[in-house]
């Protein structure tokens, strides 16, 4: 769920590499790897992608604690449309920002909200960049439900902003990485906000235990959902992914749910992943006059 960069020295990153969730966008054109200890000198975001810019401002709250407003890539015409991405734990949204500046299209608006820092159980309570607190990862791992659910609500407020924003809610595409991605996927099953998709990368379904054994009954259960993982992630193995998309097509619409496994695959995204998340976007929010 992080990369580890900005939690510390070298000495303390490679203390925590094996229980810290890490990771974000890696790799050269057709390359991954995983940045459990952060990435080497100049290679802050290794993707080739053509640039676009990226707009920071100052100050949000979140889970009670303040948080950087997010990092946006502007649509180059008005917008349309809106992807909203979460990060993994540790990490902040401008990698991702950076990420779907390469891969943008001209309608559509792309949202990276940064996690409030706050202690993390499974890191020893060491404060990071976090959505809500991580207990364990193992399957019946205690989980950090009031936070949880905290969070959610602050994606829906952003949700609620880019609707009185003009762009409505059905075209709007929620999505996150590893920690962001089981954030996305819970408010997406809970919210009441009619949603135009889901993209779930190297994660898993929080609370699962909370949804209904059959289809849930809100605005959602025909939502189209990407999910993807590595095949060969250390930090959330492939049975958690493979585990999630099994629950999810009792709970929506079968037929619109997706799994996409990547070979070699560590905790970390590759290029062919965001080719496949970028036809997943332009085909369900195209252009509207």
Known sequence: ??????????????????????????????????????????????????????????????????????????????????????????????????????????????????????????????????????????????????GIKQAAENVKALIEQEVKNGIPSNRIILGGFSQGGALSLYTALTTQQKLAGVTALSCWLPLRASFPQGRISGVNRDISILQCHGDCDPLVPLMFGSLTVEKLKTLVNSANVTFKTYEGLMHSSCQQEMMDIKHFIDKLLPPVD
Not at 60 to 80: D, H, Q, Y
Not at 95 to 100: D, I, L, P, Y
């Open 1 to 146: 769920m992080r990369r580890a960069r900005g939690v510390g020295g070298r000495g303390r990153r490679e203390a925590f590499a094996r229980t810290r969730l890490s990771a974000r966008p890696v790799g050269r054109a057709g390359t991954h790897r995983s940045h459990a200890l952060g990435p080497g000198p100049g290679d802050r975001f290794p993707f080739r992608f053509r640039p676009a810019p990226c707009w920071w401002s100052r100050c949000m709250c979140g889970n009670n604690m303040s948080a950087p407003l997010p990092a946006i890539v502007p649509a180059a015409r008005k917008a349309t449309a809106a992807v909203i991405f979460l990060h993994g734990l540790g990490d902040t949204g401008h990698g991702w920002a950076e990420a779907f500046a390469g891969i943008r299209s001209s309608h559509i608006k792309y949202i990276c909200p940064h996690a409030p820092v706050m202690p993390v159980t499974l890191n020893m309570n060491m404060a990071m960049p976090s959505w809500f607190d991580i207990i364990g990862l193992s399957p019946d791992s205690q989980e950090d439900e009031p």
